[in-house]
């Protein structure tokens, strides 16, 4: 999976950082439909950020139809169609 670079996104709010990271990714196709998002771990290691910060960045994501939330799971790239 390529990193995050949290240092290129001009959104001050980190968890806007960590969506728009996110959605690169999907619109770049690093990730492709099914496949798994990162974890809130994971972001909240990369952008050195509290979980509940990374958690609602892939809330945003979810409301925007981009993931779709498997609970006690995690979160995955959701098909075209949701979108």
Known sequence: ???LDEGT???PRK???MAEAIRAQIDDGVLA???PAPTISE???TFACARQTAAKS???LVEEGL???Y???GYYVAPRRHR
């Open 58 to 60: 892939l809330r945003t």
């Open 71 to 73: 609970p006690g799971i």
């Open 43 to 45: 972001l909240s290691a």
């Open 15 to 17: 968890y806007r950082q």
């Open 1 to 3: 999976m390529e990193t």
């Open 33 to 35: 439909p099914g496949d």
């Open 67 to 69: 993931l779709i939330r």
């Open 9 to 11: 996104l001009p959104d």
